[in-house]
T-cell receptor
Framework: NAGVTQTPKFQVLKTGQSMTLQCAQD?????MSWYRQDPGMGLRLIHY???????DQGEVPNGYNVSRSTTEDFPLRLLSAAPSQTSVYFC????????????FGNGTRLTVT | KNEVEQSPQNLTAQEGEFITINCSYS?????LHWLQQHPGGGIVSLFM???GKKKHGRLIATINIQEKHSSLHITASHPRDSAVYIC?????????FGQGTRLTINP
């Protein structure tokens, strides 16, 4: 049972480049979410989804797009990377709508130069 | 004022001590998650609770809905408990996080 698989583990981008962070879970969880973690700021919600075809914005959605075409996958897209998006990104999933234990991916450390 | 406030921010204790980490939250939060982030960065869910008390091994989590306050207790602390402990409140379908408590247990 792989749980939540997040790729890549590390990424360096130049300003203006685009990329997709992948997140997949094999637990048939309805709820999936993306967070960024910055020093001194704690974790902040970027986008979340309560099921296939349903996404919504979190606290810091600007500069990021998501889609949820399947229950398993919830990719996070950076359309035009900016240095302010340098951070560690975590994907998480749970049953229900966030009111069940969360399962986190291992994180992606992104640096934008 | 943050929706979820944790205290203390840093805590250093000796092995064997009883540890308490506190979390206060604002109106509208329906459930509380306690998470542990290891020194390597991985995040693990410890508890999710909306009322009462939960126990898992040496860890106990309580929540007082009237006072909007939750506590995480560690009994007989051990150096392997050294980590950052994070509480997160569920508002609707969105999670809001406390700043975390960095716990160091010295042998």
């Amino acid at each position: 049972n792989a749980g939540v698989t997040q790729t890549p583990k590390f990424q360096v981008l130049k300003t203006g480049q685009s990329m997709t962070l992948q997140c997949a879970q094999d637990m048939n969880h309805e709820y999936m979410s993306w967070y960024r973690q910055d020093p001194g700021m704690g974790l902040r919600l970027i986008h979340y989804s309560v099921g296939a075809g349903i996404t919504d914005q979190g606290e810091v959605p600007n500069g990021y797009n998501v889609s949820r075409s399947t229950t398993e996958d919830f990719p996070l897209r950076l359309l035009s990377a900016a240095p302010s998006q340098t951070s560690v990104y975590f994907c998480a999933s749970s049953r229900g709508q966030g009111n069940s234990p969360l399962h986190f991916g291992n994180g992606t450390r992104l640096t934008v130069t | 004022k943050n929706e979820v406030e944790q205290s203390p921010q840093n805590l250093t204790a000796q092995e064997g001590e009883f540890i308490t980490i506190n979390c206060s939250y604002s109106v509208g939060i329906s459930a509380l998650h306690w998470l542990q982030q290891h020194p390597g960065g991985g995040i693990v869910s410890l508890f999710m609770l909306s009322s009462g008390k939960k126990k898992h091994g040496r860890l106990i989590a309580t929540i007082n809905i009237q006072e909007k306050h939750s506590s995480l207790h560690i009994t007989a602390s051990h150096p392997r408990d050294s980590a950052v402990y994070i509480c997160a409140g569920l508002r609707g379908q969105k999670l809001v996080f406390g700043q975390g408590t960095r716990l160091t247990i010295n042998p």
